[in-house]
């Protein structure tokens, strides 16, 4: 299942940066088209790079799964700037057009996360459930409870 939802926010991405990458051409020539396009796959390829390693620690253990969330984090952050750099040398691009392609799919990563994962998640639902009911046994209100109330 996560599997399907990491290909499907691949797709949504590569649409995404093919429309930054149109609009840049548009506004900057051919060289601001291609910068974005190298912004679009930095973002790309990190966060299927991330998606696919997560769907393979899914289910595990809790500690190996936070714990393997916080390796993928920094893997994703140090694979992100070596493809900038990557892209800055060998490419040349303009950052104004890269960094728009990349924060187009970051953009995009954190909508499918918020709208696909978070909310749809039995188990994050169920830890919320249960840390409320504790927060609740012990007398502590927060902001998200007294929305429900």
């Not at 691949?10 to 974005?36: C, D, P």
């Not at 973002?43 to 393997?68: H, K, Y």
């Not at 994050?124 to 609740?136: M, S």
Request: glycine share 8%; proline share 3%.
């Amino acid at each position: 299942m996560m599997r399907t939802e990491a290909y499907r926010l691949a797709g949504w991405q590569l649409l995404v940066t093919l429309l930054i990458a149109t609009v840049m051409g548009l506004l900057g020539g051919s060289n601001w088209a291609v910068s974005a396009v190298a912004g679009g796959c930095i973002g790309f390829v990190t966060n299927l790079w991330q998606a696919l390693r997560m769907a393979r620690i899914a289910g595990s253990a809790p500690e190996r799964f936070l714990s393997g969330l916080y390796l993928s984090e920094l893997i994703k952050a140090v694979l992100t700037v070596a493809l900038f750099i990557f892209a800055i040398k060998v490419f040349q691009v303009q950052l104004v057009p890269t960094i728009a392609g990349y924060g187009a799919c970051f953009v995009v990563h954190l909508l499918a996360v918020r709208r696909n994962f978070l909310p749809a998640d039995p188990a994050v639902l169920e830890a919320n459930r249960i840390a409320r009911e504790e927060r609740a046994r012990l007398g502590i209100v927060d902001d998200d409870d007294r929305d429900e109330i």
